[in-house]
């Protein structure tokens, strides 16, 4: 099975992709798309859209997960990283995946058993999961890899 994991959002994008086979999971891709801070919403919207379904289009993956918004004060980084979020799954059902999504706590209990982990203990399990010699960088790339992770490992109860 080969799992597209996303952390989304729009300044930064991170995606993850993974092979799993008998239990193995193997790490495949990941990255993040950027788009500059001062281009217009929308072109930062059509960025996302089109590098996404590049990335789809190489790497070609069986299932989409896709972190959950969290609630956050800022109402309007939220309402932008939701549009992001929404060009994401957008670009999946396009690519007619599987589309599963999990909120950040169900990330951290499925990695680490602890739902309020910190971003460090999550990023060092998904280092550990892929055998990396090293956590991914930036933060956004080891977030996708660990919705990517989750999704393996909820789907296998």
């Known amino acids: 099975m080969r799992i597209i994991g996303i952390d989304p959002g729009t300044g930064i994008m991170g995606f993850g992709v993974i092979d799993v086979v008998k239990d193995k999971m193997k790490l495949v891709d990941a990255g993040v798309i950027t788009t500059p801070a001062h281009t217009p919403h929308d072109e930062r919207l059509e960025d996302i859209f089109d590098s996404l379904t590049e990335i789809i289009k190489a790497t070609k993956p069986e299932v989409m997960s896709v972190e959950k918004l969290f609630f956050t004060n ?4 939220a309402m932008t990283v ?9 670009v999946g059902r396009k690519a007619k995946l599987p589309i599963a999504e999990y909120t950040p706590n169900q990330i951290k209990q499925t990695l680490t058993g602890y739902g309020k982990a910190d971003k460090k203990q999550v990023q060092e399990m998904v280092r550990i999961q892929l055998g990396l010699k090293d956590v ?4 956004d790339c080891a977030d996708a890899l660990a919705a990517a992770i989750t999704h393996f490992l909820m789907s296998r109860h």
């Open 74 to 77: 800022n109402v309007t980084t």
């Open 82 to 90: 939701a549009e992001a979020r929404g060009v994401a799954l957008l």
């Open 136 to 139: 991914p960088k930036p933060d």
